[in-house]
């Protein structure tokens, strides 16, 4: 069975803090992906990775696929209130099927 | 802007209820998605449809049926409803490879 650990669980910050996610995984993905979901509504897909050991940034948010693709991280600048919400990694392999991560929930405080 | 749309934000039913729960998407995908959320459980498959008329079970699909009749409409029903249905429920769409579009969501309360 497919597994997507994600660490820290939680993640409570002060506003200005940077801060890292990690995604890990024992299993080869073609391709993860990066959503973050706000209370009461569905995940929005931030990025998708596919190469091995590429990197994206979004503004603040910088992505990191791993060398042997089966891990990730989220890396995030200057955290702000916005940035607030349950961040998911998903990783696609030989179906059109995700595997989610376990999610880590992330509070940053003003 | 490309979206999925379901029916209902909040739903309150009964025990025993039948419910359905409506998902359409307007990107013209294949697959379609429906899973459950909880907490401390994540996300949770409970079917998915890769074409018209065509379903497959998910990790959790007990109590649960699925109608795709319609490329961009795929139905979750509830035959009986009970309790431990109470829920988040959330539609997607897409291809795994690039990424999922979801639903707002539809909070289901079963008293």
């Known amino acids: 069975t497919q597994l997507l650990e994600q660490s820290p669980q939680f993640l409570s910050i002060q506003e200005g803090e940077n801060l890292t996610v990690y995604c890990n995984s024992s299993s080869v993905f073609s391709s993860l992906q990066w959503y973050r979901q706000e209370p009461g509504e569905g995940p929005v897909l931030l990025v998708t990775?596919?190469?091995?050991?590429e990197v994206k940034k979004l503004k603040r948010l910088t992505f990191q696929f791993g060398d042997a693709r089966k891990d990730s991280s989220l890396h995030i600048t200057a955290a702000q209130p916005g940035d607030t919400g349950l961040y998911l990694c998903a990783g696609a392999s030989n179906t059109d099927k995700l595997i989610f991560g376990t999610g880590t929930r992330l509070q940053v405080f003003p | 802007d490309v979206k999925v749309t379901q029916s209902s934000r909040y739903l309150v039913k009964r025990t025993g209820e039948k419910v359905f729960l409506e998902c359409v998407q307007d990107m013209d995908h294949e697959n379609m998605f429906w899973y459950r959320q909880d907490p401390g459980l994540g996300l949770r498959l409970i079917y998915f449809?890769?074409?018209?008329?065509?379903?497959e079970k998910g990790d959790i699909p007990e109590g649960y049926s699925v109608s795709r009749e319609k490329k961009e409409r795929f139905s979750l029903i509830l035959e009986s409803a009970s309790t431990n249905q109470t829920s988040m429920y959330l539609c997607a769409s897409g291809q795994g490879y690039y990424g999922y579009t979801f639903g707002s969501g539809t909070r289901l309360t079963v008293v």
């Open positions: 990775v596919v190469t091995g050991g």
């Open positions: 449809s890769y074409d018209v008329k065509m379903k």
